[in-house]
């Protein structure tokens, strides 16, 4: 029997799940950023076309697809239903056709279209075989495998950090040039750096500062 990629999904999403199950491994997990992981760098957002156009309105999308650029190098959205619901609703048509270059062109979040949640899976299913079995890499929020240089340990502690990924933990590492002085900068220094807003600046010194046990402002 030919092996089966694993996936980690949000347990939320239980339409996927139940057609993802006859394909890969799943995983079942409380995802905080992102709706499945392929791999290591490949996290992946989905939304429905009623979804999208409700967190568009909300203000949510934009700070959805900043969390999933932030976390993974190789972000991707999944936009699941007919494209031409997209313009039903009471909203302008630039508004949707400007939020959609705007995920592609400033997020970096390639978009993938499919019809339904079984073909959601199935898409799933040969990224994650992709990712995992033909390229070989490892899937996890930050990877299974141990790092074994001093180089390495520094930027798999600093990519612990909610919303960095790889790439945005070597990035803090060149401007701060050591860990130590990553947790150490104030939002306004983290914000120095491109790429890094207020809320991800923000959202960093909230984990840092507070006390283990007590919530941290919403962000």
């Given at each position: ?8 999904v949000?347990?939320r999403e239980?339409?996927v ?9 799943v ?6 950023v ?20 409700t ?56 978009i ?6 079984q ?5 799933l299913y ?26 390495e ?17 070597e ?11 990553v947790f ?16 991800m ?17 919403a962000?």
């Amino acid at each position: 029997m030919d092996p089966k990629p694993r996936i980690i999904v949000d347990h939320r999403e239980r339409d996927v799940l139940r057609a993802l199950r006859e394909l890969a491994e799943v995983d079942e997990q409380q995802l905080a950023v992102g709706d499945f992981i392929c791999s290591e760098r490949v996290g992946v957002e989905r939304k429905a076309i009623e979804d999208f156009l409700t967190s568009l309105m909300d203000q949510r999308l934009f700070s959805q697809m900043e969390a999933l650029a932030g976390a993974y190098d190789r972000p991707l959205l999944i936009m699941e239903g007919n494209p031409d619901l997209l313009f039903l609703r009471n909203i302008h048509q630039n508004a949707i056709r400007g939020a959609l270059a705007s995920i592609a062109i400033d997020y970096k979040v390639p978009i993938i279209w499919t019809s339904s949640s079984q073909e959601t899976a199935q898409q799933l299913y040969w990224i994650a075989n992709r990712e995992q079995l033909l390229g070989k890499r490892v899937v996890g929020v930050r990877g299974k495998r141990p790092p074994s240089t001093l180089q390495e340990q520094q930027l798999f502690l600093v990519a612990g950090l909610p919303g960095i990924s790889r790439k945005r933990a070597e990035l803090l590492l060149r401007h701060f040039k050591t860990p130590e002085k990553v947790f150490k900068a104030s939002a306004e220094e983290i914000q120095e750096i491109d790429g890094f807003g207020e809320k991800m600046a923000g959202r960093i010194r909230d984990i840092l500062r507070h006390a283990y046990g007590k919530e941290a402002s919403a962000r």
